[in-house]
């Protein structure tokens, strides 16, 4: 996975875990602080989005060395049960920041971040990651097939003889 530090800015707002799950720690359930539905703000009686053990929190069993982006419903690397259409920012063992995903997420190949599905802005076809709009860095070389306005196959990593996707348009290869 990648490190937090990269962003998603064609995905929309980031929202806390709580108030896309409409849930909260068994700290919440027990009346300490009322509830919450803004972001966390590291005070008192705010938001527990992001602590590690929180009850629900799919991001618990991820380990600190795969921190970074998960789709609701990726496995990889000890991540379990989000919404299917919500990007989840693991850290630490916690989740830091959930992001709707209003096409849909993409679960990446092993080893890459997952990413909100951008296929709504091309035509069918396949399509290096570089040419969406917001795709981090590290999905350059990631092949993605979209059809209908929606990625329709798992994305290939190039790699091998094959390193760099090529852009062609819609007709994207992996090349030496």
């Known amino acids: 996975m990648v490190a937090l530090g990269a962003t998603l800015a064609a995905c929309a707002p980031l929202l806390?875990?709580?108030?896309?799950?409409?849930?909260?720690s068994s700290a919440d359930a027990?009346?300490?602080?009322?509830?919450?539905a803004g972001p966390d703000?590291?005070?008192e009686g705010g938001g527990d989005a992001g602590q590690a053990?929180?009850?629900?929190?799919p991001c618990t069993g991820v380990p600190a060395i795969d921190n970074g982006f998960y789709c609701g419903g990726s496995t990889e690397n000890g991540f379990a049960g989000g919404s299917a259409d919500a990007l989840y920012a693991c850290e630490d063992?916690?989740?830091?920041?959930?992001?709707p995903c209003p096409s849909g997420c993409v679960v990446a190949p092993p080893g890459y971040p997952d990413?909100?599905?951008?296929?709504?802005?091309k035509h069918d076809g396949a399509w290096c990651g570089r040419e969406f709009f917001g795709f981090q860095a590290i999905l350059a070389n990631v092949v993605f097939q979209c059809a209908g306005g929606k990625n329709a196959?798992?994305?290939?990593a190039c790699g091998g003889a094959t390193p760099t996707c090529q852009p062609r348009d819609g007709g994207a290869t992996c090349v030496p």
């Open 16 to 24: 806390d875990f709580d108030a896309l799950t409409g849930g909260g």
């Open 115 to 121: 990413t909100c599905d951008e296929c709504a802005s």
């Open 153 to 156: 196959a798992a994305p290939v």
């Open 30 to 36: 027990g009346g300490e602080d009322g509830g919450d």
């Open 93 to 99: 063992g916690g989740v830091a920041n959930v992001t």
């Open 41 to 43: 703000t590291g005070g």
């Open 53 to 57: 053990g929180d009850a629900g929190d």
